[in-house]
């Protein structure tokens, strides 16, 4: 399975950007999906989920009410649309598919796109 993130780039506080993740590979298997982030010198952090059919979805804290999570099956593609972002966003976004359920911890994924970078000016 291969992951290919995009649509990172470079905007200002309180702009919006939408990022790709393109599956490829096995895709005959549905995978929970979830995008992680990392800032420079800090633990890659939990973004948001969203289970195999699309359903349910879960947010970090700190995105919450700002960012949203969609799949598109037929497609193998997840979006993460983000709203209002914030200097405090900037950082790598990947993506990632895991087997059961949606966790916020990236060791409980098996599958990482490369990590397309997202930076918010001020």
């Known amino acids: 399975v291969q992951l290919q993130a995009s649509g990172g780039g470079v905007v200002q506080a309180g702009a919006?950007?939408?990022?790709?993740?393109?599956?490829t590979g096995r895709t005959g298997i549905p995978y929970v999906m979830a995008w992680f982030r990392q800032a420079s010198g800090k633990e890659?952090?939990?973004?948001?989920?969203?289970?195999?059919s699309g359903v349910l979805t879960y947010y970090g804290?700190?995105?919450?009410?700002?960012?949203?999570?969609?799949r598109d099956n037929k497609k193998n593609t997840v979006t993460l649309q983000m709203n209002s972002l914030k200097p405090e966003d900037t950082g790598a976004y990947y993506c990632a598919a895991g087997r059961e359920f949606v966790e916020r911890s990236p060791d409980e994924y098996d599958y990482w796109g490369q990590g397309t970078l997202v930076t918010v000016s001020s």
């Open 16 to 23: 919006s950007l939408g990022l790709l993740c393109t599956v």
């Open 44 to 52: 890659r952090e939990f973004v948001a989920g969203i289970n195999r």
């Open 61 to 70: 804290d700190s995105v919450k009410g700002r960012f949203s999570i969609s």
